[in-house]
């Protein structure tokens, strides 16, 4: 009876200590990039990643390494290595390496993703410096009103009160916020959390509520243009790169979803493989669903399906709505910073109104 070769047990102790680490965008760029340099360079493999283990300072990096290291020495591919490692590259990682080591191009193609995975960065780089400014404005503005509510207010009001002297309707208002921020606002600040956690928990164990949110946030002014430009962006430079490779269309769309295929453009991307299977054009599905898709993509790759050029059209887009990305974040920012600067100069004001005028009413009635 044929008995089972079974792995060695440090590997599987490997393995397994690296199954749940995860690598930052730096850290993925650095893998990429550094082992691309070394290969290109005729070092084997094995070696290669024995050097980048000695320069890294990453715990989860290292092990990374470490469990890739050993899955090449028990006769796997690396890109099977590192498709067991979810936390640490995607789908269109794995794929872009395991057709460069089919073809013998592994060098060329681990710059491929080092560079792809530079634009991901400088996208999501331009996406949060476009949000910090608003969210930092809105959370100064809060903690002003709390402070001033809670704090300030519950010093006046014995003295507003005693004078019996009848407040302004700003004043009464500004009033009963301090009592209720007072007497609720920590009951108020524990079901918000409270909400967010339930919402979190939702998110990560239902596809629906996932998509849910993401189709949600997409119709917010502004912000949802943005995150669709940059999904299509990632999409298309992704596709394209895949593309070039050698993969086919539909082995591109497959890969180009995360590993868990749970967001909403995961679902569409899908989709899109099953299309190109059936023998329909890409570009059916991408004008039928403009809410994901601007109308100007899905008619740029419908001519380049049109004329033998899709990878090409695919990586103009990429270039193309990374622009339109950064026109976006700087409209954005030109737009929110005095609409921002309204509002909280308005909030302020409001609130010294609403102390300042029982203060001039009882000087008033002490001249009187």
């Not at 959370?139 to 014995?158: D, N, R």
């Not at 993401?214 to 917010?220: D, G, H, K, M, S």
């Not at 695919?314 to 026109?327: G, M, N, Q």
């Amino acid at each position: 009876m044929h008995m089972p070769v079974l792995p060695h047990p440090k590997r599987l102790t490997t393995v397994a200590a690296a199954w749940h680490a995860r690598l930052s965008s730096q850290e993925q760029i650095f893998f990429a990039q550094r082992l691309a340099f070394l290969v290109e360079g005729g070092v084997p493999l094995m070696d290669a990643l024995g050097v980048m283990r000695g320069q890294v300072r990453s715990r989860s990096c290292r092990r990374v390494i470490e469990a890739l290291r050993s899955e090449i020495a028990a006769g796997h591919p690396l890109a099977d290595g590192m498709r067991a490692f979810p936390g640490a590259f995607g789908a269109s990682a794995v794929t872009l390496v395991s057709i460069g080591e089919s073809c013998g191009l592994l060098g060329r193609n681990l710059q491929h993703l080092a560079d792809e995975l530079k634009k991901q960065q400088q996208l999501r780089r331009k996406i949060i410096g476009a949000l910090t400014y608003p969210a930092v404005v809105l959370a100064a503005a809060f903690g002003i009103v709390v402070f001033l509510t809670a704090s300030l207010l519950p010093k006046l009001l014995p003295m507003f009160l005693s004078l019996h002297v009848r407040l302004p309707a700003s004043t009464r208002a500004l009033l009963a916020a301090s009592a209720f921020v007072r007497s609720s606002g920590l009951w108020v600040l524990m079901g918000l959390a409270g909400a967010g956690v339930v919402l979190a928990s939702c998110i990560r164990r239902s596809t629906r509520v996932l998509r849910w949110c993401e189709y949600a946030f997409l119709r917010v002014p502004a912000f949802g243009s943005l995150l669709r430009h940059a999904s299509v962006a990632h999409f298309s430079r992704a596709v394209g790169t895949l593309l070039t490779s050698g993969l086919t269309l539909r082995e591109a769309c497959i890969a180009c979803a995360t590993v868990n295929g749970r967001g909403l453009y995961d679902l569409h991307f899908l989709t899109m493989a099953e299309t190109v299977n059936r023998g329909n054009q890409l570009s059916t599905h991408l004008l039928r669903h403009p809410r994901l898709f601007p109308e100007l993509f899905g008619q740029m790759i419908a001519a380049g399906e049109q004329s033998g050029k899709l990878p090409e059209a695919f990586l103009y887009l990429s270039d193309h709505y990374e622009r339109e990305i950064d026109e976006a974040a700087n409209g954005l920012s030109a737009l929110l910073e005095p609409a921002l600067m309204l509002f909280t100069g308005a909030l302020v004001g409001f609130i010294a109104i609403a102390v300042i005028s029982p203060m001039y009413a009882i000087t008033q009635s002490l001249h009187a």
